[in-house]
């Protein structure tokens, strides 16, 4: 990020929020921390099977980019056959405060 | 909802979570939310001009959306030229501890 764009970017609360949900946003992608913050560590066949109507693309890119902003660990064991298994990394896990509150408040609202 | 989905969606925790993000999921609904609890009341004028790059379709059926799941109240006030207000309803202002924990995790983001 160039200093510039740095320094408007910060300096604009509204921003910071839009930036977030660039990382955040979409369907699937809070449905994924959930998980793993509820299971510690999931293989991809783990994840998939838990998040019912999911694609592999939609999961596949999912994973990727939540990785790619240092959210998701992906540790890839050298086996046969090849294991993958994905955790909350510590920014992650920042996360979950936040997800417990939207947690509740959908399930307040689905029992209303 | 029938009463047979309705059981089925709360007795999934990961349903609440993909319910939930239907709601509050894309790239624009948090930001509006943030403004209105940041701002306590706000025309839409008002809001298009602090949501930089938000397209008037764009504000228009997120505040809808938002409107229809008793997230946000619209007041409209019968005058010349028509005044519109936006605001966060009771249950919108449930989900402010969640704004505030995501928008902490993208400053810090930014910084670092």
């Not at 993958?84 to 609202?109: C, F, H």
Request: some cysteine; hydrophobic content about 40%; glycine content about 6%.
């Amino acid at each position: 990020m160039l200093e510039d764009e740095h320094f408007e970017v910060i300096n604009n609360r509204n921003c910071v929020m839009i930036y977030a949900m660039d990382i955040l946003g979409g369907k699937w992608r809070l449905p994924i921390l959930w998980k793993l913050y509820q299971n510690k560590t999931m293989r991809y066949n783990e994840l998939k099977r838990s998040l019912v109507g999911i694609t592999n693309i939609m999961l596949t890119r999912s994973l990727q980019s939540l990785e790619e902003n240092g959210l998701v660990n992906r540790v890839e064991f050298s086996q046969i056959p090849p294991r993958v298994e994905y955790s909350l990394t510590d920014s992650g896990l920042e996360l979950v405060p936040a997800l417990e509150v939207i947690y509740n408040w959908g399930q307040d609202k689905i029992s209303t």
